[in-house]
């Protein structure tokens, strides 16, 4: 008797358009399953900071986000992806209306990096939350104070760039001396922190899940990788998500 061919599924991923990490990661990430496919479409987002024109980049209004999304609707998608971290210092109601703008104008779910982690972290039961981006002072210290509103307890670590190309190029041993500086501290402390996310999806972090937590003994929550997490949850595919091996233990959730 033969098996049953898996159900096609079709994931819309909203890119920005300086991002060359998030792409490859992606498609590396759902390999193990052919039947599942990423399709992506881009939108203008070149500088991460607090400048007028840089939260512009993300407006619902007149915005080229939403326009983005309906082009990849146009491929009959069956959810699509904020794979973006702005809802990290713009609000987290901002993704929330940003997920309702898109199903508003597309009739498909949505989710975004950010909603992603935070389920993520809800449902490991975090409570002090390890931060490493590439990010500006500014915009590292709204992240931080979103999340510390939230009640969690945040140990951070940031690179100061503001060109979001040039995120892509920072190599694996900076991000691990990051991860080590929020974890273990200066003093030699094991473990300051309950999980760490990696929160930058122009980061090329989410194959190194797996090593940095048999490292550093904790979970390790990518943002490129949270996303996707979510989208099998938004689509009620958790298997399939649970198929998912070497990306981290947040797959086995």
Known sequence: MSTPKPTPLKLGILVPSSNTALE????????????????????????????????????????????????????????????????????????????????AATGIKATTSTLALNRALQKLGVSRLGL??????????????????????????????????????????RMERQMREVVVGEDGEEKRVQAVTTFCTNLKAAHMAEKWEAEFGVPVLDTVATVLWDAFRLVGREEDARAIKGWGRMFQL
Request: hydrophobic letters at 45%; one cysteine or more.
């Open 24 to 103: 490859p990661l992606t498609t590396s990430l759902l390999s193990s399953h052919p039947h599942i496919t990423a399709h992506f479409s881009r939108f203008p987002v070149t500088e991460i900071s607090l400048s007028p024109h840089a939260l512009a980049q993300f407006s619902l209004v007149n915005g080229p986000i939403i326009a983005a999304a309906r082009l990849l609707a146009d491929a009959h998608v069956d959810a699509i992806l904020w794979s973006g971290t702005s809802g990290g210092w713009l609000g987290f109601n901002v993704d929330e209306n940003l997920c309702k703008a898109i199903q």
């Open 132 to 173: 490493v981006t590439p990010y500006v002072d500014g915009v590292q210290e709204a992240i931080v104070r979103r999340y510390e509103s939230a009640g969690y307890a945040v140990v951070e670590s940031h690179l100061g760039i503001s060109e979001n190309w040039r995120i892509a190029e920072v190599g694996e041993e």
